[in-house]
């Protein structure tokens, strides 16, 4: 009796993890466009604001009535010719920047300006997280039915492939505890290649992995374990000890 087909679909941790991509990649794109559209030009318009406030009409006010001793009353004549009435208060003084700036809900603190290559950016990097977003989107699509599997002869690929296991001369199975990736050399009359088996995007990945080194007769590589400082030490001074122990034979001799 013949071993029954598997077939492998995508796991939810696959969809999850990409969709998280696509969403967090969506909302950087928004979050930009919004920086560039909206919120930096309000910030460069409370910016000119404060420029005209502070650094243009406080100093022409203590020039006016300090300099050229001008009264009040025509100190708010010639504010309101400049534009400046909205700074002052009923009797022609200049109102605090804290104090304006709070009326117009705007920050009490000096305000930071941006140029407009600064603006100019933020709309390519929307542009570009825009793209990551679609293509993270299109890629999802592309594999909304893929699957891999295994039947009683052979392995089937994402692509479709089907690879005999007599086909396959080499397991490389190194990734395969730490990251679920596992990859297959073959070579037969429809040709050669190498192509992965990844459990971490194919729910059951193990078990087409299982059968492939039960059918198979081919080198299969595995992960190596590298010996501690501690073991390489104790292995040096056996070592050192064998030698001493063949030295004072052949001095004993």
Known sequence: MSDPDIVCKITPWFWK????????????????FYDG???????????????????????????????????????????AEKGWADYLKEDGEPKKWSSYAAANGWPEKKPKGHSQSDVDGQFRWAAGCGVLALGILGYLLFNLKKTIGADSEAYITDQGKRILFSEIYEVDKRKWDDKGLASVRFKGEGGAGKVPLDDLKYDGGEKILERILENFEGDLIEAVVEKSDEDKGDEGKENEEIGEGREEGETRA
């Open 17 to 32: 993890r990409m969709g998280l991509m696509a969403s967090l990649f969506a909302l950087f794109a928004l979050w930009f």
């Open 37 to 79: 559209k909206v919120k930096w030009p309000k910030d460069n318009e409370v910016k000119a604001a404060y420029d005209d406030f502070v650094e243009v009409m406080l100093p022409e006010f203590d020039k006016f009535t300090g300099e050229e001793a001008m009264s009040l009353e025509e100190w708010k004549i010639l504010a």
